[in-house]
Each structure stands twice: as structure tokens, then as C-alpha cells.
């Protein structure tokens, strides 16, 4: 059992408390992903760092997978079985209040997924080894991941998009090379956009109102009421223009990984 006292920071569970998807994906995004791994009744997904479980649930609803999501936010575990319950899928997803680094399947799945969430293990390498050891023969890693759109032209523009430095993100090209380099086959992709960027971020600012509303003297609304004040301008001039995000769909080659 999870300490009690495990979660995420607050200001998390807080800016996106109404988010069903707490990545730059629309729902229309998981849908065509789900399509494209050619998901079949019966086949089971683990999904390490899974937010508010939409990505199972939907996937559950749409496709008959069964899966298990692993996530250390006590807010986000909650509201991913309320949306198992409301999409009548609480019978084939279940939701694990835990750290998702170092999880295991207790029974190997056909799809194994990070989908955001790779500093669990150390980033991409790290994360791919860990949902490795879950996935049977022939199955399929997920790793979500953001990558530069355009290479940023200074260290204080990567800044502005909240990395620590321009090394930390690579651009496309570079970041499926990677992929090759740790010896897995990229079999698909699916890629945010702009639209997805806004409802991801913008989505926090009308919560972050409300919240500063309702809690005009928590000791958190003078940091909230900073980032409104300031985080549109940021997103627009900086993350809007030079970071994507996508899912890619892995499968590792014979005597090369995993």
C-alpha cells in the first residue's frame, strides 16, 4: 500500500484538477492513437504515470482492452475510477494509487506505456527498460515525450518553455534516431498540436481562477496568482512556438533490448 502522504506537488493537483488529460493529447488524439496500435478485445495495457485514467478508460470503452494505471497523484487516482465508473468500464480497468518507478506487471501486456511521465526512471532509455520487463513477445511500448518543433536559439528561450537547458529535448529526427540507438523499432507515432498545447495549458489558467476565487487566503494563492498573471504571455512566446509533444509506439528488436 502507497504511504498516505504520497503525491504529487500541490500546485499540480490544483492548476489541472479539471483536466481529464494532463498532457498537450485531445481526445481525438487517443482515439486515433488506440486505432493505430490496432488494439483488439482482451488485450492488456499498462499505463505508468496515468493521470486521471482517460487513456485507459476511453480505451477500455472503445476497444475492450483491459489495463492497469499506475499513478502517485491521490487526486488524479480518484477521478480515473469515477471515469471508469462513468464510462461503465470499472469491471476492466483498475487504478493504483503508487509510484509508478520500478512497477512491474504482475502478468506481461501487450502494450506497455509511459505517455509523459519518463522521469520515473531516469528519462527515455530508463523508462523503456522498465515498461520492457512488463511487455510479452511481440508487444508494444508507448512513450510520450515532448521534442523542440524548432531548436531553440538560446538556453533562456528553452527556459521560457520550462526546460533547464536546450539539451533536454531533442527535435524529431534526432529523438526517433534515439529510438534506433536503443535498439527498438519505431512502428507508429501520433503527434500533438497547437490546438492540444492550448487546451493542455490554457485550460489551467480558467481552473486556476477559480481556485484563487474560492481560496482568496491558502498559502498557495500568491504563486498561483503569479503564474495567471503571467503564464499566458510565457506559453504563447515560448512553449506555443518551439515544443511539441508526441506518442511513439515502440517494439524492441531480438537480442537488442528489453
Not at 464510462?87 to 512497477?103: E, K, N, Q, S
Amino acid at each position: 500500500m502507497p504511504s498516505p502522504d504520497l503525491d504529487i506537488p500541490r500546485i499540480f493537483n490544483v492548476m489541472e484538477s479539471a483536466h481529464r488529460i494532463h498532457n498537450p493529447f485531445t481526445p481525438d488524439k487517443f482515439a486515433t492513437l488506440g486505432a493505430a496500435l490496432r488494439l483488439q478485445p482482451g488485450m492488456r495495457v499498462l499505463d505508468l504515470g496515468c493521470g486521471s485514467g482517460e487513456m485507459l478508460c476511453t480505451w477500455a470503452r472503445a476497444h475492450g482492452i483491459t489495463g492497469t494505471g499506475v499513478d502517485m497523484s491521490r487526486l488524479f487516482s480518484a477521478q480515473a475510477r469515477q471515469r471508469a465508473e462513468e464510462l461503465g468500464v470499472a469491471d476492466r480497468v483498475r487504478f493504483i494509487h503508487a509510484d509508478a518507478a520500478g512497477h512491474v506487471a504482475e502478468e506481461k501486456v501487450d502494450v506497455a506505456a509511459c505517455v509523459g511521465a519518463t522521469w520515473i526512471a531516469g528519462g527515455i532509455a530508463g523508462t523503456a527498460e522498465l515498461l520492457a520487463r512488463s511487455l510479452r513477445p511481440g508487444g508494444i511500448l508507448l512513450i510520450g515525450e515532448p521534442y523542440w518543433r524548432q531548436l531553440p536559439p538560446s538556453e533562456a528561450v528553452a527556459q521560457g518553455c520550462l526546460a533547464h537547458a536546450v539539451a533536454d529535448f531533442l527535435v524529431l529526427p534526432e529523438l526517433l534516431a534515439s529510438f534506433d540507438r536503443l535498439g527498438y523499432d519505431v512502428v507508429e507515432m501520433v503527434l500533438a498540436d497547437q490546438d492540444g498545447w492550448d487546451r493542455y495549458e490554457a485550460a489551467k489558467w480558467l481552473t486556476t481562477r477559480r481556485w484563487l476565487e474560492a481560496h482568496p487566503d491558502d498559502e498557495l494563492a500568491p504563486e498561483l496568482r503569479a503564474k495567471l498573471a503571467t503564464e499566458p504571455v510565457r506559453y504563447a512566446t515560448y512553449t506555443r512556438e518551439y515544443l511539441g509533444w508526441g506518442v511513439f509506439a515502440l517494439m524492441p528488436r531480438p537480442g537488442a533490448a528489453g
